[in-house]
């Protein structure tokens, strides 16, 4: 069986528009479930080839100051 996991998602997000999208991340945060990973990971894909030199910079900031905050 060939499961492609990236084109699923890609595909189950298509027609979402910018409030469909910013509902998909939030409630797959909260909800804190493991199998939600995957998808987070194929947003943040898409956010970071859609991002500039400087916005990914700010990003790596934003992730070291979170994973500082988070195993402290």
């Not at 479930?33 to 970071?48: D, T």
């Amino acid at each position: 069986m060939d499961l492609n996991i990236r084109k699923a998602i890609l595909h189950n997000i298509s027609n979402n528009d910018q409030n469909q999208l910013e509902a998909t991340i939030v409630d797959a945060i909260q909800a804190g479930e493991e199998k939600m990973l995957p998808g987070l990971g194929v947003l943040f894909e898409l956010i970071w080839q859609q991002s500039s030199t400087e916005d990914k910079q700010e990003m790596v900031q934003a992730l070291e100051q979170g994973v500082k905050q988070a195993t402290n």
